[in-house]
């Protein structure tokens, strides 16, 4: 028998360890062999070691393709490819988009093309006429998009023109035979007043261009500094719009309550409130004539113009009024001062509002009661007694600063006062520059003699809109 204990038992010799080789060679978590080396480059970098309750991806116990079981992935990744996922879904959703309003625009594309084949025969009439029906509507201009050349189509068959007929509403496109104004005719000029006037205006800077008119109907007597000559217009230009409104109005093109439509291109920024309405809703004719001028509210120009015939048309309407200096470019804002007036085409209109041939009464009235009701009376109202009346309209846009106005004397008389300064941008020196002016022709027509209003109405023409009460 063999002694038993420990130093008595058979050792066995001592083996080295066998490391097997991973099953997946390329396994990242995996440990080291020498069969195995890691690639260059990532000899610096320990082994990924993971809990041995990790799951694949798959599934439990899911394995790739050589069996082994493949290495998890951590959630970082998963919040990665979510938000890769959103971001496709925002492109595509944002293609999707593009390309409806692009079919959107393009159904408009031609007007004629789309009308010809879905609009009524009264439509399809128009648009076989095109050159005569763009002249119409007032869209001679080259800036006019096909759209709104369909919504002008639209706004024609659904009868915004006051339910005129086709053919009533293309003689709208005939010759003008529109009366010219009573014109200013003064038998001579007032000396000592424009004296006073280039005195006052030498106190001031040469970047400072005043344009002044002014006419005494009582006396026939006129000062013109500059009253001939062409400057922009700023919101006074709504004067003539105001007068061609009142003419339309006159002619039956335009009932006074009748309902203008209020569309979106007809929206302008600057001054009134309207631009912040809506659009798509009908305003009377007599509501938007007196937005347009108490409340200087660009949208309510804009419609008028667009309900008169346009720009062209307008334009060769004052023509034919004997207003030889004003004419409209570009509807409102019209902040780079192309529309264009002289102080003497706005002392004609005025003298025409107060007595003319041309208009009712009763129109002359409605037209002095708007134009007493403006509410910016910070230029030729500003200095005089708060007592007098002053039927007016003011302009102010960046370079130029003015006013028109009818003046009502306490004594019955009135007078004509238009001033226009060209200034430099938003210097509002120009403004007691005015101001000044405006009391001194008033205290200059205080020290005249009292004539009747009768006498200058019996000489002129037409009969006088009573003076103010």
Known sequence: MQPHGPSSAKRRPTQKPILTPPRHPAGPSMGYHESNPRPPGRQDKPPRRHSPGCHSPRGNGATTGTGSSAHPRSAAHYRHRRRQQIMRFFILLSL?????????????WPAQLFYGVQASPVVQAALSQTSQFQ??????????????LAQTAQRLEQHFYNKLLLSQALTLDSPI?????????????????????????SQYPASFKPHVYFFDPQRDVAVSLGGETPVSAASVIKLPVLYATFRAMENGLIAPESMIPYLEHHRAGGAGGLQYQPAGQAIPALEVARQMIQLSDNTCTNILIDQLGGNDRLNRLFKHMGLEQTRIAEWLPDLPGDNVISMRDMATL?????????????????????????HNRRLIPALLPAETLV???????????????????????????????????????AKPMIQR??????????QM???TLADVASGGGGSSVRTPQ
């Open 96 to 108: 999707a988009v593009s390309c409806l309003v692009v079919l959107f625009n393009l159904r408009h």
């Open 391 to 429: 039927a007016h309209k003011t302009g102010d846009i960046g370079t130029s600063l003015g006013n028109a106005a009818i003046v009502y004397l306490p004594d019955g008389r009135y007078y004509i006062l238009a001033i226009q300064v060209e200034r430099p941008y938003n210097d509002y020196t």
């Open 135 to 148: 002249r119409v509507l007032g869209v001679g201009n080259p800036e006019l998009t096909p759209r709104e």
């Open 177 to 201: 035979s529109a009366e010219r104004l009573l014109p200013l005719m003064p038998v001579r000029e007032d000396v000592a007043l424009k004296q006073s006037l280039e005195s006052l205006f």
């Open 449 to 451: 003699p009292t004539e």
């Open 350 to 374: 005025l003298y025409n509002v107060q007595l003319g041939a041309n208009l009712s009464v009763e129109a002359r009235s409605a037209m002095v009661h708007i134009l007493l009701g403006t």
């Open 437 to 446: 002016a405006s009391r001194l022709v008033f205290d200059h027509m205080q």
